[in-house]
């Protein structure tokens, strides 16, 4: 390997909302966190190298996004994705989640329904819940060990008037990435019950290694004139801090409608350091991407052997994608307060606690791998060891 993911990098007193405020939300200086989704890599150097040259030049001023900027995210989607975007679909935006609010804002009814599938990451309740839209709830059914939709009564919220769903591809926090034959059935719900999708692909490059991620807007015309995909470098190359996204709306009226109201926002500029850092990654970062993969698979099967022999009472779910081990300790026989109490008093690790993902979610932990190898064998070694210590003394 080229790239050395094992090295641990001391983020702390940087800000790191992972690593700084931990103490203050958790209570305990020395807590092991494995909860924010970034990751404890640095990122690919060719893009600290384009962030130093452009700070370089000293002056801060307005930018407009360049042509590079532009096909180095047609390229990469075309090689990595076998998918042709056009340079007329696409919108620069701050952020992911801004982008799923713009869309609960501006394609679904005051107080109208808008579907999301349980568990699923939290800021899809807030954007339909603060945009004054009521969720309806389509939970995923958990069979043989992962995720299925239930399209059944996918169908009876789309028949009850919802208008507008909130696709996660791949899923967080379950860690699947959905076949092109599930998102064709969920397509062809949308397309008779008149459904727009805003299909959430951040992880879209986080595929595990034999796993495909599959936009479902590029599984037909007719399809992506009803989607709207958020995708985003930061993921991928660890970027958040950057904020960097952009949206592809193939569908003309639709795309005029979401970059009316970011003019309206002023949310449509593009970031001083964006052009370079995400021309650099798309271009320069795809043999740390796939040799971060290869790390990552690798502490999957870590996290999964030891968790097997050292805690058979909890069921990690097999990832496909994304760095998030979502585990269902409901063998544990603890509420929400107890597993709280377990992560970060006797164990001092982070994790997320599964219910802010839905009542689904109650009873199972989300745990961030995208870090190195001794970080989880020490964060695995607490958590087992106390949940022992704990099972021991009652
Ligand atoms: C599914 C999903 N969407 C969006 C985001 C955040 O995106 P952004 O920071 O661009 O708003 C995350 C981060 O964890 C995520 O997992």
């Not at 700084?20 to 404890?40: H, N, T």
């Not at 701050?94 to 804002?105: K, Q």
């Not at 309740?125 to 995720?147: E, F, T």
Request: hydrophobic share 40%.
């Amino acid at each position: 390997m080229g790239f050395n993911f094992d090295q641990v990098p001391n983020r702390r007193n940087t800000h790191s909302y992972k690593w700084d405020q931990s103490e203050k939300l958790f209570g305990d200086p020395d807590i092991l966190p494995l909860w924010v989704a970034d990751m404890d890599f640095p990122s690919p150097p060719a893009i600290k190298e384009a962030l130093i040259k452009r700070a370089e030049q000293g002056v801060y001023g307005y930018t407009f996004r360049s042509e590079k900027y532009v096909d180095a995210i047609i390229e990469w989607y075309r090689k990595r994705h076998g998918w042709e975007l056009s340079p007329s679909c696409l919108t620069d935006v701050p952020g992911v989640v801004t982008s799923l609010s713009l869309c609960v804002e501006l394609f679904s009814e005051p107080e109208g329904a808008v579907i999301l599938q349980s568990p699923v990451y939290y800021p899809f309740y807030d954007v339909i819940k603060m945009n004054g839209r009521r969720v309806a709830n389509n939970p995923l059914l958990l069979k043989s060990g992962r995720y299925e939709m239930d399209f059944e009564h996918l169908e009876s919220l789309m028949k009850d008037g919802a208008r507008l769903i909130l696709l996660c591809s791949p899923h967080n926090p379950g860690g699947r990435v959905w076949e092109p034959e599930v998102l064709q059935q969920l397509g062809e719900l949308c397309e008779r019950y008149d459904v727009i999708i805003v299909s959430d692909e951040i992880h879209a490059d986080l595929a595990l290694p034999g796993y495909k991620h599959v936009p479902i807007a590029s599984i037909s015309e007719t399809l992506a004139q009803r989607t709207i995909t958020c995708l985003a470098p930061t993921k991928t190359f660890n970027l958040p801090g950057l904020q960097s996204s952009f949206v592809v709306i193939p569908n003309s009226e639709l795309k005029r409608r979401f970059d009316y109201r970011l003019k309206a926002l002023s949310l449509h500029m593009m970031h001083f350091f964006n052009n370079e850092a995400i021309t650099a990654a798309y271009t320069e970062g795809g043999q740390w991407l796939d040799e971060m993969l290869q790390y990552l698979q690798g502490n999957v099967d870590y996290a999964l052997s030891y968790l097997a022999e050292h805690l058979p009472e909890v069921t990690p779910m097999v990832p496909e994608g994304t760095y998030l081990l979502w585990v269902d300790c409901r063998g544990l026989g603890k509420d929400i307060q107890g597993l709280k109490e377990l992560m970060y008093k006797g164990a001092r690790v982070a994790f997320n606690e599964g219910s802010v993902y839905g009542a689904e979610g109650a009873g199972f932990l989300r745990i961030n791998l995208a870090c190195p190898r001794a970080v989880v064998e020490e964060a695995l070694r607490r958590f087992c060891g106390a949940a022992k210590e704990i099972a021991n003394a009652q």
